[in-house]
């Protein structure tokens, strides 16, 4: 196999020196060979110096670093990749756990394989490639993953038509690489739910609100409860089984709130406490009254891009402030944003705008993050994209 060279402009490796993984394409020099898109190759500092193998890629990030390590990109490196990432999910007590058959197994960068991700729901793994080189690597990883995990997954769903750069022309296509069965029920901390792995947004549900969805069912005893941006109802469901007087589930999609109906059924069979709504949210929050006590604001990302961080921002700071004006006194709002271009700081300053726009006094009770098998590389920040707070509301 051909071996491509990547060379460097002097001094930038500081960052690989670092073990940060990506390599922009502004800090290449020049290349050995003609790479193309997902082909693996080495980096060599501009005195020469291997620095790093990675997945060539055609745009801003040219490299996603595999190893710092002169070692082949082999069976027994994905093997060893993903081994470890298992084990780290066993260690936190999400595998072989008989309440909770639902969990992130692989986190990209957090898990040192950048550009894929894999959730795992009862018997299914849901694998997406965020990257061409793995997009050109799927079947050996979806092998890799039935092996690892011993007979506890069965089926490889591989689902990358929206996440593949669309310049890299791969036209790929969604569907089983392994396996066939589409009717697994997933389990989370003991409650049950359909996962739309076929057609459903990112991987089919929202694995990285597990313990923020537990917080909210011990605040849900005797609250009226609204979950904008429902999905498929994760949120509602903790919040009935918490207790909750009423619970609306609002969503612009209407096959969303089929799903999220479909999981209350269920979990609690026809119970008049639960009511979906399929219904754009902004025009909710402005026609809805002061009758919720507590209120999820979960969106999708609103910013996908730097470009567009004013935008979603201004986006963020109008549903908050409506909520906020509209939640009844002493009433709890759990908001989030999954956008990775926001940081922590521009949604706590976007929260304090809202909040000072709507009069109320507010106290923080909580601040939010994602999950341990969401985990956050130490030389990748970045990949600590969920933010979130709990608002104590007078």
Request: net charge neutral.
């Amino acid at each position: 196999m051909t071996t491509h060279k990547v060379f460097l402009k002097p001094k930038k490796e500081q960052s690989l020196n670092r073990f940060h993984p990506w390599i922009f394409s502004g800090a290449i020099a020049h290349m050995e060979g003609k790479p193309e898109e997902g082909d693996v190759v080495d980096v060599f500092t501009a005195s020469n110096e291997f620095i790093a193998k990675g997945h060539y890629q055609i745009g801003s990030i040219a490299i996603r670093v595999l190893s710092f390590q002169d070692e082949a990109i082999d069976d027994h490196f994905w093997i060893n990749r993903i081994q470890t990432a298992y084990n780290v999910r066993k260690a936190v007590g999400l595998a072989h756990n008989p309440h909770n058959n639902t969990f992130r197994l692989i986190h990209g960068e957090g898990d040192f394989l950048p550009g894929l991700i894999v959730d795992v729901y009862d018997e299914t793994a849901v694998l997406q490639a965020h990257s061409v080189g793995m997009h050109y690597m799927r079947n050996i990883l979806a092998e890799t993953i039935i092996k690892v995990m011993d007979g506890a997954v069965k089926n490889i769903y591989y689902k990358s038509e929206t996440t593949l750069p669309f310049k890299a022309e791969l036209d790929p296509t969604d569907g089983f690489l392994i396996g066939g069965d589409k009717n697994n029920i997933a389990i989370e901390n003991g409650l049950k739910f359909h996962v739309d792995w076929l057609k459903g947004q990112k991987t089919g549900f929202f694995v990285d609100q597990r313990e923020n969805r537990s917080l909210l069912e011990k605040y849900s005893k005797d609250r009226s409860v609204l979950n904008m941006f429902c999905y498929t109802g994760g949120f509602s469901f903790y919040a009935m089984r918490g207790g909750a007087k009423v619970v609306h589930s609002v969503d612009s999609s209407a096959k969303a709130i089929d799903l999220t109906n479909e999981n209350i059924s269920l979990n609690f069979g026809e119970d008049e406490r639960h009511k979906a709504i399929a219904e754009d949210a902004f025009k909710y929050l402005d026609r809805m009254g002061n009758q919720y006590d507590l209120i999820v604001l979960d969106p999708p990302a609103f910013a996908k891009h730097r470009k567009a961080l004013r935008n979603a921002l201004q986006g963020y700071r109008k549903i908050n402030a409506k909520a906020l004006e509209k939640i009844q006194p002493g009433g709890i709002l759990f908001t989030f944003s999954c956008s990775q271009v926001v940081s922590k700081d521009d949604f706590r300053t976007m929260v304090f705008s809202a909040a000072a726009m709507s009069g109320r006094k507010v106290r923080i009770l909580h601040q939010l993050t994602q999950p341990a098998d969401h985990p956050v590389s130490i030389y990748h920040p970045e990949g600590e994209y969920l933010k979130g707070l709990v608002l104590y509301v007078e």
